[in-house]
């Protein structure tokens, strides 16, 4: 059973109301309607004089968002059906001197102004201040009457990825798993004499002396324990099925019938690759708290 999450004051500025833990602190800020801080949390609300619809002003915002800290990546996009006014939800991540900084970014019109409100939290804390960041947005509501004008132009969005192809070292299913089987144990020399093992010695992953280059032992080193990898599978117009593992940043992608690619990969590439299997935009492939991808 959920436990509901506090929220005690109520707090309001000309455009919104919103509803806080009574911990968070409200701050003087000459740069925003309302500054709130508490549990590593920094919420903002700005407002503006706007006449464009939600669609307008998110697509201005997806634009220069990405351009405005180097180094930031968006997350997502999803409509926002709470706040009583046409709204969305953009999140990305960003980085910073004290490590990586998660946000959320509302963004709502109301017919005469454009409100944003953002909360940034560090990356670490996300899990730990989820529950409670999603409830202070849930609460969240326009002071001012939506528009009266029907918003039915939706923004353009980005165009998806092209589905990305593997680049590593090409496997047999029985070396692949002869190299697998090498995971935390010493090489044994009699499968330099197997089929699978003269395709490791001339693939590089293996020296000619059943050795292991540090790249090869980096590879294995998440099949020492038992994680399981994350698996997405597919089936192709032409009937094929393609399956694409990941364990940490090592990488497996093909099928048993046709052998597969191995590599490793940063989590960063990791994401882009899943992201562009599945048509998504390889920064906006994680889902997120509002049930949606971008």
């Known amino acids: 059973m ?5 929220l005690g004051t109520e707090d309001r500025t000309a455009r919104l109301t919103l509803r806080r833990p009574d911990a968070w602190r409200r ?11 508490g549990d590593d949390v920094v919420l903002t609300v700005r407002s503006r004089p706007s006449d464009r619809t ?8 997806l634009e220069r968002l990405p351009g405005s800290v180097e180094g930031l990546r968006l997350i997502g996009s999803d409509p926002w059906r709470t706040a009583g006014a046409p709204a969305r939800l953009v999140e990305y991540v960003r980085p910073d001197e004290g490590g990586d900084v998660a946000g959320a ?12 409100l953002t909360i940034e939290r560090p990356l670490a804390r996300m899990l730990a201040t989820d529950d409670l960041v999603f409830a202070v947005l849930d609460s969240v509501r326009a002071t001012e009457p939506a528009p009266s004008r029907v918003q039915r132009d939706l923004e353009a969005l980005p165009e998806p990825a092209p589905a990305a192809d593997l680049e590593g070292t090409h496997l047999g299913s029985e070396a692949l798993a002869t190299l697998r089987s090498l995971a ?3 090489w044994n020399p009699t499968l330099l004499r197997t089929p699978a093992g003269r395709e490791l010695i001339e693939s590089g992953l293996v020296g000619r002396l059943g050795t292991l280059p540090e790249s090869t032992q980096a590879l294995l080193a998440p099949w020492e324990g038992d994680a399981q990898p994350v698996t997405l599978e597919q089936r192709l117009p ?7 593992q990941a364990w940490s940043e090592t990488v497996v992608d093909g099928t048993d019938e046709a052998g597969a690619v191995i590599a490793q990969l940063p989590v960063e590439r990791v994401v882009a690759l899943v992201g562009g299997r599945r048509g998504k935009g390889a920064a906006m ?7 949606g991808v971008f």
């Open 184 to 186: 935390g144990r010493r």
């Open 54 to 61: 939600v669609a307008e002003e998110h697509t201005s915002l």
């Open 285 to 291: 492939a994680i889902p997120l708290r509002t049930g």
């Open 2 to 6: 959920a436990v509901p999450v506090p």
């Open 238 to 244: 032409d009937g094929r099925t393609t399956r694409l």
């Open 27 to 37: 701050e003087d800020s000459a740069q925003a309607d309302l500054r709130v801080t």
């Open 105 to 116: 970014h509302l963004l709502f019109v109301t017919g005469r102004h454009r409100v944003d």
